[in-house]
């Protein structure tokens, strides 16, 4: 599985201003002007870190416009390059990729900020910054290169992707997997990588999932995404036997559907209410065929029955808004796994192409995946599941962090996210202190 093309460190708002706009029509689309600049620094001390800074604005132009705020803020954001770094600058693909991530974050905090305001939350637009980027790459100022300026630097400094770590240290998971390490002794560090972020998970964010008051949809969504994960770790991390491949591939599945799901809520417009009236579209339809095979069956279903009277009409107004001449959506989204992937993009696009379907062998019925294989290779199908699980698992802390807003209360929860995932695999109680300084400081 690839590791992803950045590391989301650290941000921080240094401005910003949201203001409601007194001429909003909640009933009309929503249109916005859209003005956005950025900046790239790099760190003189660590090649693979850089800074991006985005500046935005939205706000109402012209009388044609309906917008409920206009927002103006700047955000900037810290990154650790997985893909080598030359010391000409940053290319284009890893700057639109840190500008993307860094736009999300500002979705969240946006929607946050307006969810009590008197024209009701506001998420940000859906912007693309690949053009932005490219004009940024024709000043030798700027920091940003080409990508294929890049290519030919690396290629002649003779580095490669491959050769990269996130910290330089030597517990790096990335080092250890293309190391010449016993792949029995991989698959169990593997392992060893769950228990420390499920300690991490028990620790730091549990205990505030249970301090926080949920009261939006957005985050009775999250939440209730985020307790789904645990439960499936916590019955994870007891399957410790090759023989339990198929249940331990079947988890890592579902942790990366959730994964999914919960990233996913940041991107589509009113996604936590579609996501929750999609649970009352799945409940009627559910009754509905209870209804019809007892009357064929003589069963009782005087609760089935009352549910469809007291709540059909309200949800199948909900079912008309949402997916509209839909008989059966696919997903609270309306889009199928693979578009889903792909609006996200990294990582679940390169996870969902290089393991679902292999992951999905073990779902489903049939020998594919199986069928005259040597049992050593089962042992390596758990690490493979390991791997989509911990990846899986650790953006759906990443997203909750995010969305509850639990940098409030500590500004290191990320960096200790991180360590928990690269502690497993040091040497030593003297290699995890120096793994402890290198990612927090202390």
Known sequence: MKRPLLDFLDYRISRLHIEPEPSFVPAEPQRAKIQTSFGVGRDPDAKQRFEVTLNARIYKE??????????????????????????????????????????????GVVGQATAGGIND?????????????????????????????????????????????????????????????????????????????????????RPRIDAAAAQTAAEQCTIGTYLRTLANVRTLVTLKDSSSFQAIAMIARALFEFAVDIRLQQHIPDGAEKAMAFV????????????????????????????????????????????????????????????????????????????????????HTGLTGVANLEAQIFPLICGTSYEVAIESYRETLRAVIEQLNLRATDTDIEKKLELARLLPFTNGPGEAVQLRHEVLGY
């Open 62 to 107: 012209g009388a044609d416009d309906n917008v409920g705020y206009a927002v103006d803020y700047t955000i900037s954001g810290i990154f650790w390059s997985n893909l080598f770094l030359t010391s000409r600058g940053v290319p284009v693909t890893i700057v639109v990729n840190a500008l993307t991530q860094l736009y999300g974050v500002s979705r």
């Open 280 to 363: 009352d579209v799945e409940k009627l339809r559910a009754a509905r065929r209870f209804v019809a095979n007892a009357a064929k069956t003589g069963d009782e279903c005087d609760i089935h029955e009352k549910f469809i009277k007291e709540r059909s009409a309200e949800i199948e107004a909900k079912w008309q808004t949402y997916w509209p001449g839909q008989k059966r959506p696919p997903h609270w989204s309306g889009m199928n796994l693979r578009s889903r992937v792909q609006l996200l993009k990294t990582p679940f696009d390169a996870m969902y192409d290089a393991h679902y379907q292999e992951l999905s062998w073990y779902v």
């Open 121 to 205: 939350r506001f998420i940000l637009p859906s912007v693309t910054f690949d053009d932005l980027v490219k004009k940024g790459a024709d000043d030798p100022a700027s920091n940003i290169i080409t990508d294929t300026d890049h290519n030919d630097l690396a290629a002649k400094e003779g580095k490669s992707e491959n050769e990269m770590s996130h910290t330089g240290h030597a517990g790096d998971l990335q080092r250890a997997r293309s190391s010449s390490m016993p792949p029995l002794e991989l698959v169990a560090r593997l392992h060893g990588v769950l228990l420390s972020i499920l300690k991490f998970d028990n620790t730091e964010v």
